[in-house]
């Protein structure tokens, strides 16, 4: 509609126009021709009047010629004049007639309605200059209405976000602007030209067309300027756009060109990933945004089919992916500035850099996926996940927790030995597609080594949840799978490192996580179960670990087992040792070192001591009302707690109320290193008194005689790895030494970690009197441990079908020493069993 009836009013002034011009006298022609070329000229130099690039209204000033036409041709043949200049001018810029002719008839009804203003204000009494003033900003206002409301009612909208169409500002600089031309030209008209010798109305009113024609021309040469570096500029920003590193998710087009060349969230799909089809949405969308840029489009869209009428397009370049051919269609508004040459060049220039980036790109994350791909499982090898961590911790929240589980399949070599080689790759391959089935989308899951695997937990709002996933996992990856003739239950042991915050070291993770996997097999090689999987979670710095053993032993939530102490020589237990236990409601039984660990570093070591000591004397006297043998407990201190003002009174006064049983310290050996003057005198008292001071963990790390010497002591507690191979005649010989200096000195030798009846027997031929180790029991709760003592009195082993079995949970049952354990993790690694 809005267009027929601006083409037949564009149509209809035109003839008008001829029509008053067919009796005016030559110069009146010479005039009217100067005119359409002002008004051509006039029309190519817009203005906009929105700050949203070709999203705005864009407007032409060819009004300006009128007040020099008035006096002479008039203005309704004036209006007509504009008309054909605005045909013109669209006609030879982009050829296309609707548009002239819409153009023509927008510009010559603006023409007239200013005008009708002038003639109304003019001959109301308004000065003349100030009716051509209104009658200007009327045409302005006129011309900016109409193409307001044809963009708003136009079939396809254009988003413009929450900015206006129209800028306030612009448009007012507008209005006054042209009003201020107009009057200019106006009075120079009429009066002829400053500092001028008056010429005739006819010279004076070409040498303002000629003036206004050279502000348009420099005006347009200084829009063509601006507008080629613009493009020039929007060129070299997509080029860098499009050769941006995909791996930079900071920016969108980043994330975009990532997309294109195929990423590997949990590892790359089943097959070769460097034939991964690219990402048409990303490719797009990536182009989409350096087109509008570099080119200036009121939109850019992708679709099958090329350019229309008044659009420019490039083919999508997505080489080595099927389907149909798309293109990216560029589109500006019918009244906005036609795509010239230089755009379409610009768009070929753009499409043949985008081709050959998405060639290189897809050629180089073919080669990176293989560099960072296990060829086996096509999970990220160890080079990629230790990327992906440090980019995940370096990109969360401070406060975004995240987990490491490393993951090993226990008894694989026997499972190769026994199987094949192939055999043991396809149950690798299986265990790698159900470690990815289990995990959620924005986990990573990495093969590692051999038989061993990493997952990466993000995003993650409490331990317990992550230990909810690796729970998961070990059900998932445990179900059976054939292997030949029979059929193989995955047993896998998971080390869990949690996260609270952002790590400054993030590989201290992933060490801690591996330490809790090894504690795991240790665990297993050294009586521990072995055919069920297990979960230890490492006491990695987590304030919220902090809290939950801030808060058991605040509320004294503390528990404790009991293992048996024994002579070889009576076959009887004479005494218990008293090792700390927690359960969690959520996270079931935590590390005892992890324990001691956290306790020490909140400061509440002494106070869990007390807490441990008290239960564990109050036991004693229930277990030697059940049997007399029973004359000892032991618990574990460091050496510097036993000073008066820490636990030493309160040890004394404990003492004091269990007359009847002997109360030992035993004080691990690498607490020994800061013993004081002070301490081996708080020693003495302590042994005077009735406490024995027993040496814990000898032979393990970096034993010397020295510490035999150091401190007084009732007992010497040999370390299991004096005992692991008693057919080594050095560790038979080593015994029997420490054995005689036991002799000489004084005090009495108790070797732990007896596991067999062959290494009891071992020990009792080389004269050792007491031993400790799962052989004689693993650690119990009192109710278990006084039930044994009711039905097997103090024998020192007792029928393991007849005995409650061990909490299924090993690594928590295991016995661990109330005692600093260095970076000891989560699940217990057994100190002292």
């Known amino acids: 509609m809005a267009f027929g009836v601006f083409a037949g009013i564009a149509v209809v002034l035109m003839f008008l126009s001829l029509g008053l011009l067919v009796t005016d006298p030559i110069q009146h022609w010479l005039i009217a021709g100067v005119g359409v070329f002002c008004a051509a000229i006039l029309e190519l130099t817009w203005v906009r009047v929105g700050s949203l690039a070709h999203r705005s209204p864009l407007i032409s000033l060819p009004v300006l010629v009128l007040p020099a036409l008035a006096p002479t041709v008039g203005l309704t043949a004036g209006a007509g004049v504009i ?36 003639t109304w204000f003019s001959t109301g009494g308004m000065p003349s200059l100030v009716a051509v003033a209104v009658a200007s900003v009327g045409y302005v206002a006129f011309v900016i209405v109409v193409e307001v409301l044809r963009r708003y009612w136009r079939s396809d909208p254009l988003e413009s976000g929450a900015r206006p169409m129209l800028s306030p500002l612009r448009v007012a600089v507008t209005l006054l602007c042209t009003a201020v031309i107009c009057v200019v030209a106006a009075l120079w008209s009429v009066e002829g030209l400053p500092f001028l010798v008056r010429l005739t109305t006819t010279a004076d009113a070409i040498i303002v067309l000629g003036a206004l024609m050279i502000v348009a021309l420099v005006a347009k040469v200084a829009t063509v300027v601006v507008g080629m570096r613009h493009r020039l500029a929007g060129l070299v920003a997509a080029a860098t756009a499009l050769g941006v590193d995909p791996i930079d998710a900071g920016t969108a087009i980043g994330t975009a060109i990532g997309s294109v060349i195929g990423t590997m969230p949990g590892g790359a799909p089943d097959g070769d990933p460097a034939h991964e089809p690219a990402s048409p949405a990303a490719t797009s969308e990536l182009l989409r945004r350096v087109v509008a840029d570099a080119i200036g489009a009121e939109s850019v869209v992708v679709r099958g089919e090329p350019a229309r009428a008044g659009e420019i397009s490039m083919l999508l370049p997505m080489p080595g992916v099927a389907g149909p051919e798309k293109f990216i269609v560029a589109r500006r508004d019918i009244m906005d500035g036609a795509f010239t040459g230089n755009d379409r060049r610009a768009l070929q220039a753009l499409a043949a850099t985008a081709e050959m980036v998405v060639r290189s790109r897809r050629n180089i994350a073919g080669l990176t996926l293989r560099a960072n791909t296990d060829p086996l499982t096509s999970l990220p090898n160890y080079g990629a996940f230790q990327e992906a961590l440090a980019n995940i911790n370096d990109h969360r929240d401070y406060s975004e927790a995240l987990a490491v589980l490393f993951i090993d399949l226990d008894e694989f070599k026997r499972l190769n030995d026994r199987y094949g080689h192939q055999t043991g790759d396809e149950v690798l391959r299986e265990l790698g597609r159900r470690l990815r089935a289990v995990v959620r989308p924005s986990d990573v899951v990495a093969r590692v080594g051999g038989d061993e695997f990493v997952v990466i937990l993000t995003h993650l709002a409490s331990l317990g949840e992550a230990k909810t996933i690796a729970e998961r996992i070990i059900v998932v990856t445990g179900e059976p799978m054939p292997v030949g003739q029979t059929t193989y239950s995955p047993i896998i042991s998971v080390g869990l490192a949690y996260s609270a915050h952002r790590e400054t070291d993030v590989n201290q993770l992933v060490q801690d996580a591996d330490r809790s996997m090894l504690a795991i097999k240790k665990s297993r090689r050294r009586g521990g179960p072995s055919k069920e999987s297990s979960i230890n979670i490492s006491s990695h710095r987590s304030s919220q670990m902090n809290d939950i053993i801030a808060h058991a032993i605040d509320e004294d939530q503390l528990e404790v087992a009991f293992q048996p102490i024994v002579s070889l020589v009576t076959g009887q237990i004479w005494a218990f040792e008293a090792l700390v236990r927690y359960t969690h409601p959520d996270l079931g039984r935590l590390s005892p070192p992890s324990i001691v660990e956290k306790a020490k570093g909140l400061g509440r070591l002494d106070a869990m001591t007390r807490q441990v000591a008290v239960k564990a004397m109050a036991a004693a006297a229930d277990f030697r009302l059940v049997e007399q043998s029973v004359i000892c407990m032991t618990i574990n201190v460091e050496a510097g707690q036993i000073l008066p003002e820490r636990v030493g ?5 404990l003492a004091g109320r269990y007359p009847g049983i002997s109360l030992c310290l035993e004080l691990n050996e690498r607490s020994m290193t800061k013993v004081t003057p002070a301490i081996r005198a708080q020693a003495d008292r302590l042994r005077d008194l009735g406490i024995m001071i027993a040496l814990d963990d000898y032979g393990s790390q970096d034993s010397s005689v020295d510490s035999l010497v150091r401190m007084p002591m009732d007992i010497l507690k040999i370390d299991r790895s004096l005992v692991d191979d008693l057919d080594d005649i050095r560790q038979r010989e080593v015994l029997t030494a420490l054995q005689g200096f036991g002799d000489n000195l004084e005090y009495s030798m108790i070797v732990e970690g007896v596991e067999n009846d062959a290494m009891a027997n071992h020990l009792s031929a080389l004269g050792i009197r007491s031993a400790q180790g799962f052989h004689y029991g693993v650690p119990e709760g009192f109710e278990k441990t006084l039930s044994r003592l009711e039905l097997f009195g103090a024998r020192a082993v007792v029928p393991r079908d007849e005995v409650q079995p061990a909490a299924p949970d090993a690594l928590s049952a295991a016995p661990a020493a109330l005692s600093a354990a260095p970076a000891a993790p989560m699940g217990a690694l057994p100190l002292n069993s």
Request: no cysteine; proline share 0%.
């Open 83 to 118: 008309a054909l200049g605005v045909l013109l001018a669209i006609l030879v810029e982009s050829g296309r007639l609707n548009v002239a002719l819409y153009s023509a008839g927008l510009q010559g009804a603006g023409a007239l309605a200013a005008a009708g203003l002038f």
């Open 649 to 653: 009174d309160f040890i004394e006064d």
